[in-house]
């Protein structure tokens, strides 16, 4: 079965804590139990991450290039800054998603930018945590 590393930036691990209004209520620990669940359905398996740091997901990419087929990522505030993550998503092979829970497209103009999605064959913003469901939907028809 195909592996999709599902990587989180900073600051999600606090989801269903901080700005439950912008990010609702849901903890990581659900998306990650909703993502698994959905993908045993898919027959596809996930290795979910979460980073504060900016090494650490460029180094979960990096293991992603020996041991996933795809990557779902939502860098969180890294979107809008971090070139060594793009960087970094240029040496995986694999179809990559970007997501967002919020429609960054609806906040500060600063969010507008994305250096991933330069890099990222899709990009899911504005659903909630759904859109880590509608990734994989996704990543299983573009690995079928």
Request: proline share 3%; hydrophobic share 40%.
């Amino acid at each position: 079965m195909p592996t999709i590393h599902i990587l989180n930036g900073p600051n999600l691990n606090l989801l269903g804590k901080r700005q439950p209004e912008v990010y609702g209520h849901e903890t990581l620990a659900d998306v990650e139990a909703a993502c698994t669940a959905l993908a045993g359905e898919l027959g596809l398996t996930t290795a979910f991450h979460q980073s504060n740091h900016e090494g650490g997901i460029v180094e979960l990419i990096h293991a992603a290039r020996e041991a996933a087929q795809g990557i779902v990522i939502n860098p969180a505030a890294y979107t809008h800054t971090s070139v060594a993550i793009l960087d970094a998503l240029h040496t995986f092979e694999g179809p990559v998603i970007e997501v967002h829970i919020s429609n960054v497209h609806r906040r500060e103009s600063f969010r507008h930018h994305s250096y991933v999605s330069l890099r990222a064959d899709g990009v899911i913003a504005g659903f909630g945590t759904d859109g880590y469901l509608m990734a994989l939907r996704r990543m299983a028809r573009l690995l079928g």
